[in-house]
């Protein structure tokens, strides 16, 4: 006898399973903007704005990645 239920079906480990699927996407889109986040760049605006509009092109999300990974040049005092 064939059981016609599926493990995904029972609706806590479909939760579990949408969840991880679903927040290591996000993670993964946003990960140059929270490399910026916790290396205090001061373009952390624009390398957010950056990864947003442009992070589903590879090229997009390249550049941000880059330019948060990237040491920032020591601001010069007059």
Known sequence: M???TS??????LSTFFF?????FGFVMYFLPSIIALARSKR????IFLLNFFLG???VGW???LV???????????R
């Open 67 to 77: 330019w948060a990974a990237k040491n920032d040049v020591p601001a010069m005092v």
């Open 7 to 12: 493990i995904l079906s029972t609706p806590i």
């Open 19 to 23: 969840f991880h699927f679903f927040g």
């Open 2 to 4: 064939i059981l016609s």
């Open 62 to 64: 390249i550049v941000a």
């Open 56 to 58: 589903w092109s590879v």
């Open 43 to 46: 373009d952390l605006l624009a």
